[in-house]
């Protein structure tokens, strides 16, 4: 058995902590192959400048879809909202902390006026208005131990970042503070894994068998929020569902780019609902904008 993925650190981490969970369950063998991405070829522009649609999976789906492989691993934030029809997202496994974390020297509330703050995400940089900061925001390529580099060298004050990729790598040392979910609200799908297989795949059950129940309903209200408003990368949008035993609760926010509040809602309800509860979200935010 063959699993594709992106060679960034933190993605063959990613992908061998899946490789971990399938030998628990099956003696097959498992090889990984290394597929580079758009979004990992393209250094100098920023993400949201960037209209390619799935630009970090692109290339690992049409190698799913050609059985080059017989499964990607993802950072499901990474996804498209909509997958090719050949595709299906057949496990997500336990969700990471789905939370922004600070990068920098200070603590966000000492962040001095004027200081260099580094992002290529949209969302972030408008959070950081939303938050009245006055900060040089400026692009910030790069993978995650690089972007944390450019921090500790002082290229840059501050940076936000994953919480999840960070606990992952081992590199929780460098987190300033993290953020609560209403503060800053992630991207949706952030903290978790998706791994993506033809809908054919002899192997759907066992890949199924991956599957955190409560983490799969999270990411698919989230997913339909996304799916339904259909921004993408290129508004400010934040999107976070939480499970809690037989209930969810999903927390939305659409920004501008300029960091005015457009829209934002919280809804409460059945797990068992979930994608109804995101799509009731998305509904009421479309009659906000």
């Not at 492989?69 to 496990?91: M, Q, T």
């Not at 260099?116 to 995650?144: M, W």
């Not at 037989?246 to 300029?258: C, M, N, V, Y």
Request: aromatic content about 4%; charged content about 30%.
């Amino acid at each position: 058995m063959q699993v594709g993925t992106r060679g960034s650190s933190l993605a063959m981490v990613q992908t061998k902590n899946i490789i971990t969970s399938l030998r628990d369950i099956t003696n097959e063998e498992i090889g990984i192959k290394i597929i580079k991405t758009t979004g990992d070829k393209i250094k100098d522009s920023q993400l949201y400048n960037i209209d390619v649609k799935g630009i970090f999976t692109k290339e690992l789906d049409r190698a799913v879809l050609d059985e080059e492989v017989d499964f990607a691993v993802h950072s499901l934030k990474d996804l498209p909202s909509e997958l090719n029809d050949d595709l299906d997202i057949l496990a997500v496994p336990c969700r990471e902390s789905p939370k922004d974390a600070l990068i920098s020297p200070y603590k966000w509330d000492d962040l001095p006026d004027g200081a260099v703050f580094g992002t290529s995400s949209l969302r972030r940089e408008a959070f950081c208005k939303y938050h009245q900061k006055n900060l040089d925001i400026q692009p910030i390529r790069g993978n995650i131990e690089t972007r944390i580099r450019k921090v500790e060298t002082g290229e840059y004050h501050a940076t936000l970042m994953a919480e999840a990729g960070l606990k992952r790598l081992g590199l929780n040392e460098h987190i300033q503070q993290n953020f609560s979910l209403d503060y800053i609200t992630p991207a949706a799908g952030q903290g978790a894994l998706a791994v993506v297989a033809r809908k054919d795949t002899k192997k759907r059950k066992l890949l199924e068998a991956l599957t955190h129940k409560a983490s799969y309903q999270e990411v698919m209200a989230e997913k339909k929020v996304l799916e339904e408003l259909g921004v993408g990368c290129q508004w400010p949008l934040g999107v976070c569902a939480r499970a809690n035993g037989d209930a969810l609760e999903l927390q939305s926010i659409l920004l501008s780019k300029e960091g005015e509040l457009i829209s934002k809602h919280n809804i409460k309800g059945s797990i068992s609902q979930a994608e109804s509860i995101g799509l009731e979200v998305a509904k009421r935010m479309m009659e906000d904008c």
